[in-house]
C-alpha cells in the first residue's frame, strides 16, 4: 500500500467505536483483507507470521505430552457425519456441501469438515484392537468451514485455520484427565505466549461441544466493549463417538470395552484476541514471544553526508540483534522516519530503535517502548546484553494490563437488575450464584444477550442463591456478552 | 496394530512386484492408511512426521529467498475459475464444486481449490498500484483437491499437501529469475534433504502448467520400474494472469502496465518418491536428515536381573544422543528384540543400537545401520561424538547409491525402436534428440505412453536428429514412463 495518506487519518477512537476500531486496525496493519469469497478473509504475511508464531510455540507444548500431528480428509461424506445424532443436529445447519466432482453428480452428498470427530474415529475404530493400542494421541492442524455470512478477521468466518486434536483412551477417567491437561496447555499457551489472562472453567450443557459429556473453555476478556471471548475449548466426548462409530478393544482382562474420547481445539482467533486485549488508538500492540518483528530498527538522516556513518551503526546493531531477536530494518526511501514510526506503532512491533547522526556520535540508540512509549538511549555495546530483558518486560507489562484489566471489570454480583444494567452498559464480567438450571439461563440469555461462558474452577466455599430465581445455587458462573 | 503376524508375511519382492510392495510398505510402515472417502488416504503420525520435517526445511529454504507465508481461501467462485480460458480448461474437468452451504443452495458454484492461482491473482490486483508494491513474494501450504477415483498414497490422491508459491513482478525477466530461482531450492532441497537425484529441466508446450507461459521440472527416477516422478515444478505464467485478473501498476516512469507472475509447487508425493528411491526388500530406507526418528535403541535382556543395568545404559545413551539426534527407545515389553529389529527395519530408521549384558559389561553399544547392515560396538563415551558424523555418512550413501542408479539406467540413444524397448522393458530414462514437433511428442506417447519429462538444462553442444521423425533437432529430451 502507498497510500501516504494511511496515517493522516486517525484511527477510530478504541473507546468510541470499538467494532470499527478493530476492522480498521486489522486492514490498515495489514494483518488480513477482505476475500472475493463471501463469508472467508485473506490473511496477509502480516497477520499469517503471527499466527505462526502461535502455531509453532502451541505445536511444542502439544507435543510435549506426547501427542503427535497427522491429516485427516478434507471430506466427510454426509451419512458418516450423520452418525452421531446430537453431533450432527449441531453442525448439519452450518456445513458447505460438495455434490458435484470430476464433472459427475456424486451418489452421496461430502460435507467439507466443520471439525474432523466423524472422519477421525472410524480410523480409530481400525486402528483399535487391544488396550496395548491405547491411548492414541493426535493432532493436527487445518482449516475448518462453519457457514457464516457476517464474517469478522480471525474472530467469526466461513473459513478458519486451527488446531483439533483427537484422542481415545481406555478409561473415562484417563479421558477426562487428558480433557483436563489439554485445556492447561491451552491456559499456559494463552497467558505465557500471548499475554491473554483467561478463566478456565466448564461450560452448562446447554453450552457444550455437540456431542460432547463435558466442555471444558478458557474465557478471555477483550477490550472495549469488556466482551468475552471463548478462547480454546477441550472436550470429554465419553464413550459418545467409540459406541457410534464402533471404537471397540479388547481390555487386560480379555473383555469387549468402547474406547472413550476427547477433543480439544484452539483457532486463529486467538490473533483477533491479541488484536482487542492489547490494542489501543495507535494501533496493534503485539506480545514480543510471538511479534513477528520484535525490534524495528529506523536509520535516520538528512544530508546525505550524514548516510553512511548512520547506515553503518544500523549494520552493526542489526548484527549484534540477529542472534537475539526477529530484527527489522525499515531502509525505504520513500518514507520519512516519522511516518514509519506510525506505521510500525501501527502494526505493534514491541521496540523501536531510531539511529540517527547524533546517536552515532554518541555511540547509542535511541529505544522507544511500544508498550510505555518510555523513550531512553542505550550505548550499542550495551544493547544486545539488554534487549532480551526489555522484551520479557514488555510481556510482562502487557499481561499485568491486561489482568487489572480483566480483574477492574470483573464483578461479583447478587441482583439480576444489577446484571442487567452491566451488560447493557457493557460493564464487563459478572460473577454470581446459579442454580443450575436451564431456564434460568435462558431467560437471561433472551433478556440480557448474555451467556454464561464458564463455570469457574476456582469457586468460593460456601453456597449462595440463585441470581435470577433466588434458589439455591451450589455455584458461581460467568455472565457475558461474547463474540 | 497389535498384529504379531505382520512380520513373518515377507513384504513383496521390491524388484518383481514394484506396485504391491509400495502399498504394502506404506501400510505396514504406518505412514497412510486406506479412508472411508473415496479417492483420499489419512496420513498416519509417522508419514506426517517425515512431510513435517520436510516442510520445516523447504520452508526455511523458501523463506531465504524472501518469500512470506500467507492464507488465502479455500473455495473459488466458478466465475472466478473460469477467468483465465487455458487455466480453467486445464482445471475444470478434476474439480470438486460446493453447490450448498449453510441450508441454501449456492446462486453460484465454488471450487474447492485444484491450484490458487485464480484467487490469489485478484487479491495481488487490489494490492498492487506502483512499482513499490512489487515484487510480491508469497507461499502457502495447504491442501488442494483434484478429482481421482484411483488413490495411490502420497503419490495420487483426490486430495494432497503442498505448498504453493505466487510471486508478482515488474517485469518479465525478473518473473522467470524468480522461477529459476525456485526451481533451483527445490533441486537443492530434494537432492540434499531427500537424498533423491534430479534432473532439472523445462516442460514442452504440451506438458507445461495450464496458463503457463512456461514451466520448469525436476524429475526424478524411481526404483523398481524406473520411471519418473515429476519432483517440483515452477511456473513463469508471464502476463496472462496479470490481464485477466487486472494486475495492473504504474512503473518508475508513470506508465501502467501489468504484472508478471510465477507459481510454484512442491507437494507431499516427495514422501512417495522417498519411498520408491532408497526402499529395498526390508522396508523404508530413510534418509537422516528428514527421518522422524534416526536412532532407535533397542534394550536387550532375558533374565530380570540384567534388566537394571541394561536400563541404565540405555538412558545413558539416550541422554547422551538426545542433543544431536532424533532418538527413541523402544521399551515395549510384549515384543521380542527381533520383532523390533524388523519393524524399525520396516520403518526405515537409519541407526540402530542394540544394548545388551554383554554391552553393557564393555560399556559400548552395538551400532546396526539400515543402509549397509553393517554391525559395529561403539563405545558409550564415543558415541554422541560418532553419531553425527555416521548419519552423514548415510545421508551421502543413500544419494550415491540413488544418483548411481540414476546415471545406470538413463541411456542416451538415437533410435525409436530402442526407445519402444526399452519402454516396455522398463529399463528407464531414455535421453534423445527431438525436433520439438507436438506430432512427434504425441506419438512416442500413444504408443509407448513415455512422455517427455524435460528438456534437460544440461544440453550436448552439437545438434542432432530427432529420434522419431529424423528431422533435424537442437535439443535433447528426456523420455519415460512416469507415476
Redesign the interface.
Given at each position: 500500500?502507498?497510500d501516504e495518506r494511511k496515517y493522516v487519518e486517525e484511527l477510530s477512537d478504541v473507546e468510541d467505536d470499538f467494532d470499527r476500531w478493530y476492522v480498521e486496525v486489522v486492514r490498515r496493519a495489514e494483518l488480513a483483507?477482505e476475500?472475493?469469497?463471501r463469508g472467508?478473509?485473506?490473511?496477509?504475511?502480516y497477520?499469517?507470521?503471527l499466527w505462526?508464531n502461535m502455531q509453532a510455540e502451541l505445536d511444542r507444548r502439544i507435543k510435549e505430552t506426547g501427542v503427535?500431528?497427522?491429516?485427516?480428509?478434507?471430506?466427510?461424506?454426509q451419512s458418516?457425519l450423520a452418525r452421531e445424532a446430537e453431533h450432527v443436529e449441531g453442525f448439519a445447519?452450518?456445513?458447505?456441501?460438495?455434490?458435484?466432482?470430476?464433472?459427475k453428480e456424486l451418489e452421496e452428498?461430502?460435507a467439507?469438515r466443520p471439525t474432523s470427530e466423524a472422519?477421525i474415529c472410524?480410523?480409530y475404530a481400525?486402528?483399535v484392537?487391544?488396550y496395548?493400542?491405547l491411548p492414541i494421541l493426535?493432532n493436527q492442524w487445518?482449516?475448518v468451514?462453519r457457514?457464516?455470512?457476517r464474517p469478522r478477521a480471525f474472530l467469526r468466518s466461513?473459513?478458519f485455520?486451527w488446531q483439533e486434536g483427537h484422542t481415545a483412551h481406555a478409561t473415562l477417567e484417563e479421558a477426562e484427565e487428558r480433557t483436563r491437561l489439554m485445556l492447561e496447555v491451552y491456559r499456559d499457551f494463552v497467558e505465557t505466549e500471548l499475554a491473554v489472562p483467561v478463566i478456565p472453567g466448564r461450560k452448562t450443557e446447554s453450552e457444550k461441544f455437540a456431542g460432547a459429556l463435558r466442555t471444558y473453555t478458557i474465557e478471555a476478556m477483550m477490550g472495549g466493549k469488556k466482551w468475552a471471548l471463548q478462547s480454546g475449548t477441550s472436550h470429554n466426548l465419553g464413550d459418545h463417538f467409540g459406541r457410534v462409530f464402533g471404537i471397540e478393544f479388547l481390555d487386560r482382562n480379555g473383555e469387549r470395552r468402547y474406547a472413550f474420547n476427547t477433543s480439544w481445539g484452539l483457532s486463529f482467533r486467538m490473533v483477533g484476541a491479541v488484536i482487542m486485549v492489547h490494542g489501543d488508538d495507535r494501533g496493534l500492540k503485539l506480545p514480543p514471544r510471538v511479534a513477528p518483528i520484535q525490534v524495528v530498527i529506523v536509520p535516520i538522516w538528512r544530508k546525505e553526508s550524514e548516510r553512511e556513518a548512520v547506515e553503518a551503526a544500523v549494520d552493526r546493531v542489526r548484527d549484534a540483534l540477529l542472534p537475539v531477536a526477529r530484527v527489522f530494518v525499515d531502509r525505504r526511501d520513500?518514507k520519512t522516519p516519522g511516518w514509519k514510526f506510525n506505521e510500525w506503532e501501527l502494526k505493534g512491533v514491541p521496540v523501536r530503535l531510531e539511529i540517527g547522526p547524533r546517536d552515532v556520535a554518541n555511540d547509542q540508540v535511541t529505544l522507544v517502548r511500544r508498550d510505555t512509549h518510555e523513550k531512553q538511549a542505550i550505548s550499542i555495546t550495551d544493547l544486545a546484553g539488554r534487549i532480551t530483558e526489555i522484551l520479557d518486560d514488555i510481556q510482562a507489562n502487557l499481561f499485568a494490563a491486561a489482568s487489572r484489566m480483566l480483574a477492574e471489570n470483573t464483578v461479583e454480583i447478587d441482583s439480576y437488575d444489577v446484571l442487567k444494567e452491566r451488560v447493557a452498559a457493557n460493564a464487563g464480567f459478572s460473577r454470581a450464584y446459579w442454580c443450575g438450571s436451564e431456564e434460568c439461563e435462558d431467560r437471561v440469555k433472551a433478556e440480557t444477550k448474555a451467556t454464561i461462558r464458564c463455570i469457574p474452577f476456582d469457586q468460593p466455599e460456601a453456597p449462595g442463591r440463585c441470581l435470577v430465581c433466588g434458589e439455591a445455587a451450589q455455584q458461581q458462573v460467568i455472565w457475558a456478552r461474547a463474540y
Amino acid at each position: 500500500m502507498s497510500d501516504e495518506r494511511k496515517y493522516v487519518e486517525e484511527l477510530s477512537d478504541v473507546e468510541d467505536d470499538f467494532d470499527r476500531w478493530y476492522v480498521e486496525v486489522v486492514r490498515r496493519a495489514e494483518l488480513a483483507d477482505e476475500s472475493p469469497v463471501r463469508g472467508t478473509r485473506v490473511v496477509r504475511p502480516y497477520g499469517f507470521a503471527l499466527w505462526e508464531n502461535m502455531q509453532a510455540e502451541l505445536d511444542r507444548r502439544i507435543k510435549e505430552t506426547g501427542v503427535q500431528n497427522a491429516y485427516f480428509p478434507l471430506f466427510i461424506p454426509q451419512s458418516m457425519l450423520a452418525r452421531e445424532a446430537e453431533h450432527v443436529e449441531g453442525f448439519a445447519p452450518e456445513v458447505a456441501w460438495v455434490t458435484r466432482g470430476g464433472n459427475k453428480e456424486l451418489e452421496e452428498p461430502w460435507a467439507v469438515r466443520p471439525t474432523s470427530e466423524a472422519i477421525i474415529c472410524p480410523m480409530y475404530a481400525r486402528w483399535v484392537q487391544s488396550y496395548r493400542d491405547l491411548p492414541i494421541l493426535i493432532n493436527q492442524w487445518n482449516s475448518v468451514v462453519r457457514w457464516e455470512e457476517r464474517p469478522r478477521a480471525f474472530l467469526r468466518s466461513l473459513e478458519f485455520l486451527w488446531q483439533e486434536g483427537h484422542t481415545a483412551h481406555a478409561t473415562l477417567e484417563e479421558a477426562e484427565e487428558r480433557t483436563r491437561l489439554m485445556l492447561e496447555v491451552y491456559r499456559d499457551f494463552v497467558e505465557t505466549e500471548l499475554a491473554v489472562p483467561v478463566i478456565p472453567g466448564r461450560k452448562t450443557e446447554s453450552e457444550k461441544f455437540a456431542g460432547a459429556l463435558r466442555t471444558y473453555t478458557i474465557e478471555a476478556m477483550m477490550g472495549g466493549k469488556k466482551w468475552a471471548l471463548q478462547s480454546g475449548t477441550s472436550h470429554n466426548l465419553g464413550d459418545h463417538f467409540g459406541r457410534v462409530f464402533g471404537i471397540e478393544f479388547l481390555d487386560r482382562n480379555g473383555e469387549r470395552r468402547y474406547a472413550f474420547n476427547t477433543s480439544w481445539g484452539l483457532s486463529f482467533r486467538m490473533v483477533g484476541a491479541v488484536i482487542m486485549v492489547h490494542g489501543d488508538d495507535r494501533g496493534l500492540k503485539l506480545p514480543p514471544r510471538v511479534a513477528p518483528i520484535q525490534v524495528v530498527i529506523v536509520p535516520i538522516w538528512r544530508k546525505e553526508s550524514e548516510r553512511e556513518a548512520v547506515e553503518a551503526a544500523v549494520d552493526r546493531v542489526r548484527d549484534a540483534l540477529l542472534p537475539v531477536a526477529r530484527v527489522f530494518v525499515d531502509r525505504r526511501d520513500d518514507k520519512t522516519p516519522g511516518w514509519k514510526f506510525n506505521e510500525w506503532e501501527l502494526k505493534g512491533v514491541p521496540v523501536r530503535l531510531e539511529i540517527g547522526p547524533r546517536d552515532v556520535a554518541n555511540d547509542q540508540v535511541t529505544l522507544v517502548r511500544r508498550d510505555t512509549h518510555e523513550k531512553q538511549a542505550i550505548s550499542i555495546t550495551d544493547l544486545a546484553g539488554r534487549i532480551t530483558e526489555i522484551l520479557d518486560d514488555i510481556q510482562a507489562n502487557l499481561f499485568a494490563a491486561a489482568s487489572r484489566m480483566l480483574a477492574e471489570n470483573t464483578v461479583e454480583i447478587d441482583s439480576y437488575d444489577v446484571l442487567k444494567e452491566r451488560v447493557a452498559a457493557n460493564a464487563g464480567f459478572s460473577r454470581a450464584y446459579w442454580c443450575g438450571s436451564e431456564e434460568c439461563e435462558d431467560r437471561v440469555k433472551a433478556e440480557t444477550k448474555a451467556t454464561i461462558r464458564c463455570i469457574p474452577f476456582d469457586q468460593p466455599e460456601a453456597p449462595g442463591r440463585c441470581l435470577v430465581c433466588g434458589e439455591a445455587a451450589q455455584q458461581q458462573v460467568i455472565w457475558a456478552r461474547a463474540y
